[in-house]
Nanobody, 125 residues
Framework: QVQLVESGGGLVQAGGSLRLACAAS????????MAWFRQAPGKEREFVACIRWSGGTSYGADSLRGRFTISSDNAKNTTYLQMTSLKPEDTAVYFCAARVPLWATPGSAATYAYWGQGTQVTVSS
């Protein structure tokens, strides 16, 4: 099993940047596919990005590409989500998730067995 704890959320103005961190304990992040999802009030959970155990990355909506970057630091056993050029529509609770590597779409939340508690990101206009 792996336990996940997110940090780094907060309030930022539009155009600003934040880096979210997901610290893992129990197992190393390199053993899992690691992902970020987000959920805005009244909306379904949305896939943001995934970094596979092999290092390959995938991103969700086109609006995220070029602005968000997922990475992992195996020495720190932490996965990051660097967010730049933030927009008010990026406001959401951001969740870190992990799954045993699967040949499955990275954006399927149901395939992730482990979740963090979430961290709030609020982008003001």
């Amino acid at each position: 099993q792996v336990q996940l704890v997110e940090s780094g959320g907060g309030l930022v103005q539009a155009g600003g940047s934040l880096r979210l961190a997901c610290a893992a304990s129990g197992r190393t992040v390199s053993s899992y596919d690691m992902a970020w999802f987000r959920q805005a009030p009244g909306k379904e959970r949305e896939f943001v990005a995934c970094i596979r155990w092999s290092g390959g990355t995938s991103y969700g909506a086109d609006s995220l590409r070029g602005r968000f970057t997922i990475s992992s630091d195996n020495a720190k056993n932490t996965t990051y989500l660097q967010m730049t050029s933030l927009k008010p529509e990026d406001t959401a609770v951001y969740f870190c998730a992990a799954r045993v590597p699967l040949w499955a779409t990275p954006g399927s939340a149901a395939t992730y067995a482990y979740w963090g508690q979430g961290t709030q990101v609020t982008v003001s206009s």
